[in-house]
C-alpha cells in the first residue's frame, strides 16, 4: 500500500504540468506546486482516503483560483496579451497559438479543459475537484472549446479579465 | 450498437473526444460522425486542441523533478513555520466532524473500506485493533489497587531508558501534574506490534488514566475516539508510533489530557522525559 507521501511524490510532475498550463509562466507554477504539496503535508490528518490525486489537483486549484483573485485587486495588471500580430512561422508557433488561446478562457474553464486533456482525469474526477455537478463540467468545458476554436480561427474576439 | 439514427448528443462528442464515451457508443457515433461532416470537422478541430496543449505542456511532467519539492525536505523548511506542526485543535475538529458525518467508528471504517480499497481497509481494521487492545490493557489494570504497574512513577528515568530500549524508539513519558494527573507508573505489555508501553496517571479523586502506545505500520493517521463500557479513548499515530489515551467516558476530561498528553510527545523540543 503506497503510503500518503508516497502518492503525494508520485503525483508531483503531472501537478507541475498542470500549474505550467494553467499559468503559462514557470516559476509562478512551480510556486504553485510547491504551496499545494507544503499544503497537502500540513493537512494530511484532513485527508480520509480517496484519490490523493484529486485532492491535490484540487488543491492546487483553489491556491491558484486565490492567486488570481489577489491579482486583480491590484490596479496593475501584467496583459494577458499585448500583441495580436499574427504568429511568427515556426515549431513554436503552434504552441504559443494554444498558450494565447488558453489564455483568454475564464479560470473555471481552463481548469475544467486541461484537467480533462492534459492530465487525463475522467469528467466526475473534475466534477470532484471543481466542487460543481458533472452537467457544469461538461458545459465548462463545451465553453472553452468555442473559445479557443474561435481564438485559433482568428476571430480574436475581445478578451476577458478573469474575474 | 449501430442505430445509425440515433441522434448523438454535444455532450457525447466530447466524451468521443476524450475517450470518456462508453464502449458501446462509440461506433455508433464514428457512423454518425461520417455522416455529418460539419460535426466531424468541429470533432477534428476539438482534438486538435487537445493535442496542441498536449504537444505544448505534456513535456513538463518528464522534467526531472527539482530539488525544491524533495517532501522531507518541504517539511523540515516548514517546521519553523508555527502551526506546521499538526495542531491539536485540528486534529480534533477533523475527529468531531468525522464522529459526526459517519457515526463514529464504523462508520469511518465503512468510508475507509469503500474509498481505498481493501488494503486500506485491513490498515484501519488494523488500527482499530490496536485501541482495542489500548482498552483492553485499560480496563484490565486501572481496576488493581496493589499492583497497578511494574515500575513505579518514582522512577521515570529507569523506566524510560528501559522502556526506550524494549519499543525501539525513545520514550517520552509526559508530565500531566499541570492538569492534575500524577504519574502512577508504567509496564511492558504484549501487543500486535511485538511490545507496547503503557503509562498509567490518577487525579485527585481516584480516576486514572493511561497512554499505550507502540510502533505502527502505516503513516500518521487522523485522531479518532472510540468509546463503551464506560471507558473511552483518543487514539491517532504519528511518526510510525501508534498511541492511545483511554480513560473514562467523559470525552470532554479525555480530549483535555489526551491534548496535554500529544503536545508533550509530539512537540519537536518539547522533551519533558
Same mark, same amino acid.
Request: charged share 25%.
Given at each position: 500500500?503506497?503510503?500518503?507521501?508516497?502518492?503525494?511524490?508520485?503525483?508531483?510532475?503531472?501537478?507541475?504540468?498542470?500549474?505550467?498550463?494553467?499559468?503559462?509562466?514557470?516559476?509562478?507554477?512551480?510556486? @504553485?506546486?510547491?504551496?499545494?504539496?507544503?499544503?497537502?503535508?500540513?493537512?494530511?490528518?484532513?485527508?480520509?482516503?480517496?484519490?490523493?490525486?484529486?485532492?491535490?489537483?484540487?488543491?492546487?486549484?483553489? @491556491?491558484?483560483?486565490?492567486?488570481?483573485?489577489?491579482?486583480?485587486?491590484?490596479?496593475?495588471?501584467?496583459?494577458?496579451?499585448?500583441?495580436?500580430?499574427?504568429?511568427?512561422?515556426?515549431?513554436?508557433?503552434?504552441?504559443?497559438?494554444?498558450?494565447?488561446?488558453?489564455?483568454?478562457?475564464?479560470?473555471?474553464?481552463?481548469?475544467?479543459? @486541461?484537467?480533462?486533456?492534459?492530465?487525463?482525469?475522467?469528467?466526475?474526477?473534475?466534477?470532484?475537484?471543481?466542487?460543481?455537478?458533472?452537467?457544469?463540467?461538461?458545459?465548462?468545458?463545451?465553453?472553452?472549446?468555442?473559445?479557443?476554436?474561435?481564438?485559433?480561427?482568428?476571430?480574436?474576439?475581445?478578451?476577458?479579465?478573469?474575474? | 450498437?449501430?442505430?445509425?439514427?440515433?441522434?448523438?448528443?454535444?455532450? =457525447?462528442?466530447?466524451?468521443?473526444?476524450?475517450?470518456?464515451?462508453?464502449? /458501446?457508443?462509440?461506433?455508433?457515433?464514428?457512423?454518425?460522425?461520417? =455522416?455529418?461532416?460539419?460535426?466531424?470537422?468541429?470533432?477534428?478541430?476539438?482534438?486538435?486542441?487537445?493535442? $496542441?496543449?498536449?504537444?505544448?505542456? $505534456?513535456?513538463?511532467? /518528464?522534467?526531472?523533478?527539482?530539488?525544491?519539492?524533495?517532501?522531507?525536505?518541504?517539511?523540515? =523548511?516548514?517546521?519553523?513555520?508555527?502551526?506546521?506542526?499538526?495542531?491539536?485543535?485540528?486534529?480534533?475538529?477533523?475527529?468531531?466532524?468525522?464522529?459526526?458525518?459517519?457515526?463514529?467508528?464504523?462508520?469511518?471504517?465503512?468510508?475507509?473500506?469503500?474509498?481505498?480499497?481493501?488494503?486500506? *481497509?485491513?490498515?484501519?481494521? $488494523?488500527?482499530?485493533?490496536?485501541?482495542?487492545?489500548?482498552?483492553?490493557?485499560?480496563?484490565?489494570?486501572?481496576?488493581?489497587?496493589?499492583?497497578?504497574?511494574?515500575?513505579?512513577?518514582?522512577?521515570? *528515568?529507569?523506566?524510560?531508558?528501559?522502556?526506550?530500549?524494549?519499543?525501539?524508539?525513545?520514550?517520552?513519558?509526559?508530565?500531566?501534574?499541570?492538569?492534575?494527573?500524577?504519574?502512577?507508573?508504567?509496564?511492558?505489555?504484549?501487543?500486535?506490534? $511485538?511490545?507496547?508501553?503503557?503509562?498509567?496517571?490518577?487525579?485527585?479523586?481516584?480516576?486514572?488514566?493511561?497512554?499505550?502506545?507502540?510502533?505502527? =505500520?502505516?503513516?500518521?493517521?487522523?485522531?479518532?475516539?472510540?468509546?463503551?463500557?464506560?471507558?473511552?479513548?483518543?487514539?491517532?499515530? /504519528? /511518526?510510525?508510533?501508534?498511541?492511545?489515551?483511554?480513560?473514562?467516558?467523559?470525552?470532554?476530561?479525555?480530549?483535555?489530557?489526551?491534548?496535554?498528553?500529544?503536545?508533550?510527545?509530539?512537540?519537536?523540543?518539547?522533551?519533558?522525559?
Amino acid at each position: 500500500m503506497a503510503t500518503f507521501r508516497q502518492s503525494v511524490e508520485a503525483t508531483i510532475p503531472a501537478l507541475r504540468r498542470y500549474a505550467r498550463a494553467l499559468t503559462r509562466d514557470a516559476d509562478i507554477a512551480d510556486d @504553485l506546486v510547491q504551496d499545494t504539496l507544503v499544503r497537502a503535508l500540513r493537512s494530511e490528518h484532513l485527508f480520509h482516503g480517496g484519490e490523493v490525486r484529486s485532492w491535490l489537483y484540487t488543491i492546487l486549484t483553489n @491556491l491558484n483560483r486565490n492567486r488570481l483573485r489577489s491579482l486583480a485587486r491590484r490596479p496593475m495588471l501584467s496583459p494577458i496579451e499585448d500583441n495580436d500580430a499574427p504568429d511568427l512561422a515556426g515549431p513554436e508557433a503552434g504552441g504559443r497559438d494554444i498558450e494565447r488561446a488558453l489564455a483568454t478562457l475564464v479560470e473555471d474553464q481552463r481548469n475544467a479543459l @486541461l484537467l480533462v486533456v492534459l492530465e487525463g482525469l475522467s469528467y466526475r474526477e473534475v466534477a470532484e475537484v471543481q466542487g460543481v455537478p458533472i452537467g457544469t463540467v461538461m458545459s465548462r468545458l463545451a465553453r472553452a472549446r468555442v473559445q479557443i476554436k474561435t481564438y485559433l480561427d482568428g476571430e480574436r474576439p475581445a478578451l476577458r479579465r478573469v474575474k | 450498437m449501430t442505430d445509425r439514427d440515433s441522434p448523438v448528443s454535444e455532450e =457525447e462528442l466530447h466524451a468521443y473526444v476524450d475517450g470518456q464515451l462508453p464502449a /458501446d457508443r462509440r461506433e455508433a457515433v464514428a457512423t454518425w460522425l461520417a =455522416e455529418n461532416p460539419e460535426q466531424a470537422a468541429l470533432v477534428a478541430a476539438w482534438r486538435a486542441q487537445a493535442e $496542441g496543449i498536449r504537444t505544448r505542456y $505534456g513535456a513538463v511532467a /518528464d522534467e526531472p523533478v527539482p530539488e525544491r519539492f524533495n517532501l522531507d525536505r518541504l517539511m523540515r =523548511e516548514s517546521a519553523g513555520a508555527p502551526a506546521n506542526r499538526r495542531s491539536w485543535a485540528a486534529m480534533a475538529a477533523a475527529a468531531a466532524v468525522a464522529a459526526f458525518m459517519l457515526g463514529g467508528g464504523v462508520g469511518w471504517m465503512a468510508r475507509g473500506a469503500s474509498a481505498a480499497g481493501p488494503a486500506a *481497509a485491513a490498515a484501519v481494521s $488494523g488500527f482499530d485493533a490496536f485501541a482495542n487492545e489500548a482498552l483492553e490493557a485499560h480496563k484490565l489494570y486501572v481496576v488493581e489497587v496493589r499492583h497497578p504497574v511494574e515500575v513505579p512513577g518514582e522512577e521515570r *528515568a529507569h523506566m524510560t531508558a528501559w522502556l526506550s530500549k524494549r519499543l525501539g524508539y525513545q520514550q517520552r513519558i509526559p508530565d500531566l501534574s499541570s492538569i492534575g494527573l500524577k504519574l502512577v507508573g508504567g509496564r511492558l505489555l504484549p501487543s500486535a506490534a $511485538g511490545a507496547a508501553a503503557f503509562y498509567m496517571y490518577e487525579g485527585a479523586s481516584g480516576e486514572r488514566f493511561t497512554i499505550y502506545c507502540s510502533k505502527a =505500520e502505516g503513516p500518521e493517521t487522523a485522531l479518532r475516539f472510540k468509546s463503551g463500557d464506560k471507558v473511552a479513548a483518543f487514539y491517532w499515530a /504519528d /511518526d510510525k508510533v501508534a498511541y492511545a489515551v483511554s480513560g473514562p467516558d467523559d470525552r470532554a476530561r479525555l480530549e483535555k489530557v489526551s491534548k496535554a498528553i500529544y503536545d508533550q510527545i509530539e512537540l519537536p523540543g518539547a522533551k519533558k522525559l
